[in-house]
């Protein structure tokens, strides 16, 4: 009676060790719902690589709020990855975990704060790139310097650099924001990268030998392998209607003869509530705008398959139950028969999740 995340483990697994023997430096992340797993399973999970010798001893949240589901399974550094600021929770850190924490600094007058807070502070510097959301401009890097030195127990631990997802090679862009940081004269020459392709990170150390390259992976890492993950919903309830029948909470009517199925998952697992995908192709417009044309008349394709279908919401979903819409002539699944969902794992929040 659950939407639940089936997770083939073995292969799972293999797909993670795979890929953090490919990738020297790896920090996973862990950040939000935990891209469907949960953040303290893959902090777990994280802790697991190291015990098996992957090197992952740092772990990057997206925010201070989730430091405490992660600390107590995972025991290496934890890098924050919302820019640190002079108020909320920022400021309420268990002192506990003062050595284990990287904070990620976008401003200069943020980081002469914190070094009065905290003259011993682990921190990065995050240098802003094209996607302009946080980060020192080439100048403002070079301010820091001194006054970086002008605290001798601050511990610098490299340079942030967050890139876009859009296409095409971010090897030109790197290259120039790498060379702010030699410029700058900071003591570090590690830097934090995300989105870079293996080729990409491999051209890049091979550019800068002398430097550490620490590579973000969160999507790539927990859901690259998809074969391995299976989400279903559970189907409580089916009846049968025939046309003109009204049913749901807005009194709608059948617009044929058929079965009007009640499945597990709603708005409360992020279902039906579809967050904007970035496409800009004319494609992508147009289908959009035919989603459009669909809700406006009542039928809109759900991410519930039946026998390899995707079929209708009846209505719309439902805080933990969707209805559907299922014309005669298609099998009837049984009550309490699993049926396949296709999800957003960053937007869902499953009920259970299986790992085998």
Do not use: C
């Not at 009517?253 to 009640?262: D, E, N, R, W």
């Not at 709603?266 to 494609?283: F, K, V, W, Y």
Request: aromatic residues 6%; charged residues 20%; glycine residues 10%.
């Amino acid at each position: 009676m659950s939407l639940t995340l089936s997770v083939d483990g073995a292969r799972w697994r293999a797909h993670l060790r795979a890929l953090a023997h490919a990738t020297p430096g790896l920090v996973p992340v862990a950040k939000g719902n935990g891209y469907g797993f949960t953040i303290g399973r893959l902090a777990r999970r994280t802790q697991w690589l190291l015990e098996q010798g992957f090197g992952t001893d740092t772990l990057a949240v997206g925010t201070y709020d989730e430091l405490p589901p992660v600390a107590k399974r995972f025991h290496g550094d934890l890098l924050v990855l919302t820019p640190w600021r002079p108020f909320g929770a920022a400021l309420e850190v268990d002192p506990a975990l003062d050595d284990r924490v990287i904070h990620t600094v976008s401003r200069a007058s943020d980081l002469e704060d914190l070094l009065e807070r905290q003259p011993d502070a682990r921190f990065v510097l995050e240098r802003v790139t094209s996607m302009l959301r946080h980060g020192l401009s080439a100048r403002e890097l070079w301010s820091t310097a001194p006054i970086v030195a002008g605290h001798r127990s601050a511990r610098l631990e490299g340079i942030a650099l967050h890139l876009p997802l859009a296409q095409g090679s971010h090897l030109g862009e790197v290259t120039r924001l790498v060379n702010d940081v030699v410029a700058a004269g900071l003591d570090t020459t590690t830097v934090w990268v995300s989105h870079l392709t293996p080729g990409e990170l491999a051209d890049l150390r091979a550019a800068y030998p002398d430097f550490t390259i620490r590579p973000r992976i969160g999507t790539d890492l927990w859901l690259g392998d998809r074969a391995a993950l299976r989400v279903t919903s559970t189907v409580l309830d089916a009846h049968p209607v025939e046309r003109g029948d009204v049913f749901g909470y807005r009194g709608r009517t059948a617009p044929k003869s058929g079965h009007i199925l009640v499945v597990s998952g709603g708005t409360a697992h992020g279902i039906g509530l579809e967050a904007p995908t970035g496409d800009s192709t004319i494609r992508a417009r147009a289908a959009t705008l035919a989603r459009g044309g669909l809700d406006a008349v009542g039928f809109v394709r759900s991410p519930f398959s039946i026998d390899g279908k995707q079929r209708l919401f009846a209505e719309p979903p439902h805080m933990q139950a969707s209805m559907l819409f299922l014309p005669h002539g298609p099998r009837v699944p049984e009550i309490g028969e699993e049926i396949d969902v296709r999800v957003r794992f960053t937007a869902t929040a499953f009920d259970r999740v299986r790992v085998d």
